[in-house]
């Protein structure tokens, strides 16, 4: 007994004590990404689209501070400062926020916290490495079931923040990534970099705070979502013009739902990829009228199409058709 105690010792690490030191790691991810101050440059990388982006972060009193700034294309920036952001378009063509920000948990900096995660992914060490001149560590996260992605993450060893992540499908294939190129963690960071300094035209925003699940329900005025994957909570809901958007997040992926009259011009249907994010286009008729629902996050084609196809219309009033 005693000698197989010791063979067990010095073989590999056991698998529970694997996803205990992945968990840890995964629990300094969240505050890293908002308390550590730090400055660099990262590429990211979302099927044939790459960006390459400044950015300045810190935290302040108490309040995070963030500017970015677009490395390539025309010019522009969004600066950050607690709960207000400032989004500078560029003088030629169009920047969003979601375009040029890495989805999965780079994207935690704009949210409050990192949820638990390991209900739905299965977490694993997966060695150490060097990025942008800093030891790290690096955490595989497979996907549980088939309605979600799976992501590798590396993080800083002193500070735990994230320098560089994949989102993987389940061939393996890396769909999304970035990578800081150049990094700077600690410094004392001047006020002077969180001005905005580019010219152009300004859109500003309050980030919403975490909504509940009644909030949800009441913002699905005239409709229901039918389902989504399990682990998947109300999220900020971004703005929608003519009809109501709801979203989702399981702390490492996010999706949304818009649902809205159809317009003269008929929309094409069925699903459309840019990397890790499917955009999926699902028309529902209820008596007279048609109704356009839009799916959009870091899901699997099928997944988004599951979600679109469960959304029933209850009440066409109350998504602003017009009966005149």
Not at 43 to 68: F, P, T
Not at 182 to 202: A, C, M, N, V, Y
Not at 266 to 279: E, F, H, K, R
């Amino acid at each position: 007994m005693l000698v197989g105690l010791l063979l067990t010792l010095a073989g590999p690490l056991p698998a529970a004590a694997d996803e205990d030191e992945a968990a840890a790691w995964l629990e300094r991810l969240g505050p890293a990404l908002n308390m550590t101050s730090y400055r660099g440059v990262f590429v990211y990388a979302r099927g044939e689209s790459v960006h390459s982006m400044q950015i300045a972060h810190r935290y302040n009193d108490g309040v995070v501070e963030e500017r970015l700034v677009l490395q390539d294309g025309g010019s522009g920036e969004i600066v950050r400062k607690g709960v207000n952001v400032v989004c500078v378009l560029p003088e030629t063509g169009r920047v969003k926020l979601d375009q040029v920000i890495p989805s999965g948990p780079f994207a935690e900096a704009f949210t409050s916290q990192l949820m638990p995660v390991s209900r739905w992914y299965r977490a694993e060490m997966k060695g150490e490495d060097r990025v942008a001149g800093y030891d790290v560590v690096s955490v595989a996260l497979s996907a549980k079931d088939p309605f979600r992605y799976s992501h590798r993450l590396w993080l800083e060893k002193s500070s735990g923040l994230l320098v560089k992540s994949h989102v993987r499908n389940a061939e393996g294939e890396v769909l999304e990534q970035f990578q800081f190129t150049s990094l700077h963690i600690g410094e004392d960071i001047p006020d002077s970099e969180f001005e905005i300094r580019t010219q152009g035209r300004e859109i500003s925003r309050t980030l919403d705070e975490p909504i509940s699940t009644a909030s949800v329900v009441q913002r699905m005025n005239g409709w229901q979502l039918g389902w989504r994957p399990e682990g998947f909570v109300p999220a900020a809901t971004p703005r929608s013009g003519k009809g109501q958007a709801v979203a989702f997040s399981d702390g490492l992926a996010a999706f949304s739902v818009f649902v809205e009259p159809a317009g003269p011009v008929t929309m094409p249907t069925g699903a459309s990829l840019i990397g890790a994010t499917t955009v999926y286009m699902h028309q529902v008729k209820e008596g007279e009228d048609t109704f356009l629902i839009t799916v959009v996050g870091e899901l699997p084609p099928q997944t988004a199409r599951q979600v679109a196809e469960s959304v029933r219309i209850e009440d066409s009033l109350a998504l602003g058709v017009d009966e005149s």
